[in-house]
């Protein structure tokens, strides 16, 4: 692979390069964000040349992806619900696991206004996808990362019902009530294995105390006091603590349903307090 190869020849090459670290989808969408160009437009221009300085650009993001660096940070970018949001290393990148946070929200809840935070809004994927399908809804994403709160910033810029708090959970909202509290907290347990495989995403995004539950326990005894009486709480979880949430929420006067994700898996509980 050298510089004076085609768009072609440089796919082929790299894709051999990259082995089971990679797929040829993610040599293409490399060579498209060096060239500026959609991946469309890209295939369309197989026998184009690339300059030096792109091609330099290119073998740098190839040598971090064959290291294992995810490829949405290595374009800064990840498609979630019908957009594509920025990330950066201060953010996780949104998984489609957390679609289904989207999917309830929006089957359950029409378009007469709510008010909705999300709570560690991290990229402000949940926030800024609501905000697009619910424009008459007043929506807040909080994060108690600064970085994080900026990138989620730059994802929402166009949208007028939207706003962002820096905020440790529902600390910072001592007399604000919602109709909706979501969350995708930390849930991972400091000793889980599949840490490793995320060991370039935010670690404090990822990882709580109590076996992956502190986060989880703290948000559902705070937001007792923040929810209209009709509100409701969703929160994402691991695949194996649905049962331990629905026990937290329980214990605490919660009427709980747990939720699948598309592949079946235990992946969020929605609770409202008092006669459901």
């Known amino acids: 692979m050298t510089e004076t190869d085609s768009v072609a020849a440089i796919t082929a090459a790299a894709k051999q390069l ?15 964000h060096c060239l500026g160009l959609s991946r469309t437009a890209l295939l369309a221009r197989s026998d184009q040349k690339i300059s030096p300085n792109q091609f330099k650009l290119f073998q740098a993001l190839l040598e971090q992806r064959r290291a294992g660096v995810p490829l949405a940070y290595l374009v800064q970018k990840q498609a979630f619900w019908k957009s594509e949001i920025n990330v950066t290393a201060d953010t996780l990148i949104p998984r489609p696991d957390t679609e289904l946070l989207i ?47 900026s990138v989620a910033q730059s994802n929402g810029r166009d949208l007028d019902n939207l706003c962002w708090v820096q905020a440790d959970w529902l600390t910072s909202f001592a ?4 109709d909706i509290i979501v969350a995708n907290p930390p849930y991972i347990a400091p000793n889980d294995p599949h840490l490793h495989a995320l060991r ?22 705070q937001a007792k006091r923040h929810l209209t009486k009709t509100g409701h709480l969703l929160l994402e979880h691991g695949y194996n603590q649905q049962s331990a949430v629905i026990e937290a929420m329980n ?22 307090l008092g006669e459901s």
């Open 175 to 178: 007399q604000n009530k919602f």
């Open 103 to 149: 999917a309830t929200i929006l089957e359950r809840w029409g378009s007469p206004h709510r008010t909705l935070i999300d709570l560690g809004t991290g990229s402000g994927a949940i926030a800024v996808s609501l905000a697009k399908e619910r424009p008459n809804w007043t929506i807040i994403g909080s994060d108690h990362c600064n970085r994080a709160l």
């Open 18 to 32: 990259l082995g089971d670290t990679g797929t040829r989808l993610d040599v293409e969408l490399l060579l498209s």
């Open 251 to 272: 214990n605490r006067g919660w009427h709980c349903e747990g939720l699948r994700d598309l592949s079946g898996n235990p992946r969020a509980v929605l609770g409202q």
């Open 200 to 221: 370039y995403e935010p670690r404090q995004a990822l990882v709580a105390a109590d076996h992956g539950l502190e986060d989880l326990k703290t948000i559902i005894a």
